[in-house]
C-alpha cells in the first residue's frame, strides 16, 4: 500500500481531533442545559472519515449524516465555528440556527449534513451531476448508515449514479447498530458492498476500523469516477462505541461487545503503525495530542465567549422559494 508518509500522519491528527471534540462533548452533554438538542457521536469510527477525507481534494464534496463531526473536521473545518455552532451561538458555522444537527460547512466543500436517514444520497447525486454536466474534475463523497442502506432514497439514488455513471462515491459506516436495532435483524444479506452488484457498481467491503484500508478504497473509487467510470459503493465494517445520541444508556449493546471493540480503536492501531514504521516519533505523538488538546479547549472558549443571534436575525439567510 503505497501512502505518502504525510497522508498517514494527517489521518493520524485529523482522528486524534476528533476524538478529543467528541470527547468533549460527551462531557459538556452531562451539563444540563449546555449543548442544545441531541448529540451524536462517532467515537471509535474516526478511521472512516480521517481515511476518506485524506483520500479527496480540497474541491471534492462531502455529504454527510447526524453522525458528521469527524468527517467535517477530516475536511478542515474550523474547530471554532463548529463548537460555536454546536452551542447555537452567533460565531458558528451557520450562526446559531442549525445546531449540531444540521450542520453546513460550504467553505470546505461540505454543503450539508442531513439528519434526515436516507436523505444525503439523492443530495449528492444531484452534486454529482451538477459536476458530470459542468465538466469539473471533482467528486462527491456521500457518508450514510447501515440503518440507511434500507431507504428507498438510497436505491433510487444509486440506481441513477450508476446509469448516468456519475461521479459519486457512496460510503456505508456499517457500525452494526441502526438505532437500537442490530445489522442482522434488519439487513438479510451480511454483505452490504454486495448491494453494489444490483447496480453494476465496484463494490468493496474494507476494515472500517483501519484508516489506512479506507484511505486505498476511496482513492481507488475517485480515480474510477475522474476517469468517467461512475460510482462506487464502499462498506466499512466498523462499531458505534457510545449510544445512538448522548442521551442513550446503551442497555441493548452486549458490554463485551463494546469492549472487544473498544480494543480495535482505530487511533492507537494507525498511531502504534507508524511508530514502528519510523515514520513517527513518541515525541510527534506526543505533540499532536497535546495540540488537539489545545485546539478544542481554545474552541470551547471561543463558543463560551460568543453571543447567542439576536431573535431579529431568525430570518436571515433563510431561502424561501
Known amino acids: 500500500m503505497n501512502i505518502p508518509e504525510e497522508k498517514q500522519k494527517e489521518m493520524l491528527w485529523t482522528m486524534l481531533l476528533s476524538r478529543r471534540f467528541e470527547d468533549e462533548l460527551a462531557e459538556l452533554c452531562k451539563i444540563e442545559g449546555k449543548i442544545p438538542g441531541m448529540t451524536i457521536l462517532s467515537t471509535g469510527q474516526e478511521a472512516v472519515g480521517s481515511g476518506a477525507c485524506a483520500a479527496l481534494a480540497p474541491e471534492d464534496v462531502i455529504i454527510s449524516n447526524h453522525r458528521s463531526h469527524n468527517h467535517l473536521l477530516a475536511k478542515g473545518a474550523d474547530p471554532n465555528a463548529l463548537m460555536a455552532e454546536i452551542y447555537c451561538k452567533r460565531t458558528g458555522c451557520n450562526k446559531g440556527k442549525s445546531g449540531t444537527l444540521h450542520l453546513a ?45 434500507a431507504e428507498g432514497s438510497v436505491h433510487e439514488a444509486m440506481n441513477l449514479a450508476a ?21 442482522e435483524e434488519h439487513a438479510p444479506n451480511p454483505s452490504m458492498a454486495d448491494r453494489a452488484t444490483a447496480y453494476a457498481m465496484p463494490g468493496e467491503a474494507v ?50 461487545e463494546i469492549c472487544a471493540w473498544q480494543e ?3 487511533i492507537p492501531r494507525l498511531r502504534d503503525d507508524l511508530l514502528s514504521q519510523g515514520l513517527i516519533t513518541p515525541e510527534e505523538v ?23 443571534p439576536n431573535p431579529e436575525e431568525a430570518l436571515e439567510d433563510v431561502l424561501v422559494a
Request: charged share 25%; proline share 7%; with cysteine.
Open 286 to 308: 506526543r505533540d499532536m495530542e497535546a495540540r488537539a488538546e489545545a485546539v478544542v479547549k481554545e474552541a470551547v472558549r471561543f463558543a463560551e465567549d460568543s453571543p447567542f
Open 207 to 256: 476494515d472500517g476500523n483501519d484508516a489506512l484500508a479506507v484511505y486505498q478504497a476511496v482513492r481507488d473509487a475517485r480515480e474510477r469516477a475522474l476517469a468517467g467510470e461512475g460510482p462506487s459503493l464502499i462498506e466499512c465494517k466498523t462499531y458505534r462505541c457510545r449510544g445512538h445520541g448522548e442521551a442513550d444508556p446503551q442497555h441493548y449493546q452486549p458490554k463485551e
Open 163 to 183: 446509469l448516468w455513471r456519475l461521479p459519486v462515491i457512496f460510503i456505508c459506516e456499517n457500525n452494526v447498530y441502526a438505532g437500537a436495532q442490530r445489522y
Open 105 to 149: 460547512v460550504p467553505e470546505v466543500n461540505a454543503p450539508c449534513t442531513s439528519t434526515v436517514v436516507g436523505a444525503g444520497p439523492p443530495i449528492a447525486v444531484g452534486q454529482a451531476f451538477a459536476q458530470q454536466y459542468k465538466g469539473e474534475q471533482r467528486v462527491t463523497v456521500c457518508f450514510f448508515g447501515d440503518g440507511a442502506a
Open 264 to 266: 480495535k480503536c482505530p
